[in-house]
């Protein structure tokens, strides 16, 4: 499922539980593909044509990263989902610090994100990743996959 992910033309991904190596993994494949990306910062590096900026002013990119999109206050996350709703033919990246998982039912956005993918390093010495994909807010299908380092 996460290769599947990478695949994909359109979209919302949510990152969550500050998986930075699984979003620039994405998001390098993307620009492989000649896509432009919208950052509103980057949180990490990203090779290939990444501009910084607000997404909500400019609908000339494929793909967009936008940061912490669930710590926001509740007009901006209102925003967001006008916005989201505005662009389902391109390919948004939603990365979110804080883990979330089970609890994404108490968010709005929910229904507007396609594929849900959450990072947990464990302290046993490995790390967890959830995939979900969401549709109308519910989960279609759910893979996990585990690391040990």
Known sequence: MLKKIAELDSGVILIT????RLARI??????????????????????????????????????????NPLSRSKAEREKLK???ASHRDRLVLLY???????????YG????????IAY??????????????????RVAESKTYVRRY
């Open 96 to 106: 979110e610090r804080k883990y979330v998982k089970d609890s994404i039912t108490r």
């Open 26 to 67: 994405y998001l390098n494949a993307w620009t492989k593909g000649g896509r432009r990306i919208l950052a509103e910062y980057l949180p990490f590096q990203v090779d290939g044509d990444t501009y910084i900026g607000s997404p909500f002013e400019s609908d000339d990119f494929e793909v967009y990263l936008i940061v």
């Open 109 to 116: 956005i929910r229904r507007f994100i396609d594929y849900l």
């Open 17 to 20: 539980g500050d998986g930075k």
């Open 82 to 84: 006008e916005w989201l």
């Open 120 to 137: 947990k390093r464990e302290t046993v010495g490995f790390e967890r990743v959830d995939v979900m994909r969401l549709e109308d807010g």
